[in-house]
């Protein structure tokens, strides 16, 4: 085992001996990883369905965890530049699922979030001439397409009530590292923070079976809310693709 283990390191390092560390015209990645909501994104249910939204979280958005895939595009504003123009395309899905159950049986509430991100920014690259390793840091302005779902179940007919689709505008910033396995192949991993609904918050009045992202200030039966930041980290990693070494 320890042989075949050498073996294929042997065959690896000697495959790598050929890769070209020149900068390349365009890159592409593909990625995915965990996403964290932070408050005012982040938030539990209560302790029973008469209080299910009626805590001490009562004006999050009562996400709990979430996911994220998508798609990077790197252009160098010029040759030897390490400053390339930046896109990306981005799905973020968060929820939260909880169960009930005592003696009259069972009560199951199920909450979703998915913020479709498209940005546009700047990279800066830190690496330096003829390395494998490429750190870099970016920014981007985003526009944010928020969807989502809150179904509640008793074990009869559900439920459901749907997020009116809306858009906010934001920001996000990125800080990770690019590792050159070959001429057109890398991996890379890394953080981003992101504001997603820093322009246009906006609040409006419930009708069922359409609810509001409301996120601006508002009253909800006498009680005032103040408004709501959408905030998240994205730990994430992926596969690099390398155009015109």
């Known amino acids: 085992m320890i042989q075949k283990i050498v073996g294929f390191l042997i065959i690896l390092l000697i495959s790598l001996s050929g890769t070209t560390l020149s900068q390349p015209k365009a890159t592409v990645q593909l990625i995915g990883g965990y996403s964290i909501p932070l ?85 800066y690259s830190f690496a330096g001439k003829k390395t494998a390793f490429n750190p870099y840091a970016s920014f981007e302005f985003t526009i944010n397409l928020f969807s989502g779902q809150f179904t509640t179940s008793t074990g009869t007919d559900p439920t459901i009530l749907n997020l009116n689709n809306t858009i906010r505008a934001g920001i996000q910033a990125t800080a990770g590292i690019d590792y050159v396995l070959h001429n057109n192949v890398g991996i890379t991993a890394g953080l981003k923070y992101a504001f997603a609904n820093m322009i246009g918050k906006s609040s409006a009045q419930d009708v069922r079976p359409t609810y509001y992202l409301n996120d601006d200030d508002r009253f909800d039966v006498g009680v005032f809310y103040p408004a709501r930041k959408i905030t998240y980290f994205q730990i994430f990693g992926g596969i690099s693709f390398y155009f015109g070494r």
């Not at 539990?44 to 805590?55: A, D, I, M, W």
């Not at 009562?62 to 123009?85: A, C, D, E």
């Open 39 to 123: 408050p005012d994104l982040k938030g539990t249910f209560g302790e029973s369905p008469g209080k299910l939204t009626v805590n001490s979280d009562s004006n999050t958005f009562f996400m709990k965890s979430g996911s994220n895939y998508g798609l990077v595009f790197k252009i160098p504003v010029k040759r030897k530049n390490p400053v390339n123009i930046l896109g990306s395309l981005s799905i973020n899905s968060f929820g939260q699922k909880k169960l009930y159950t005592d003696t009259s049986g069972y009560f199951e509430a199920d909450i979703s979030l998915i913020i479709t991100t498209i940005g546009l920014g700047l990279e």
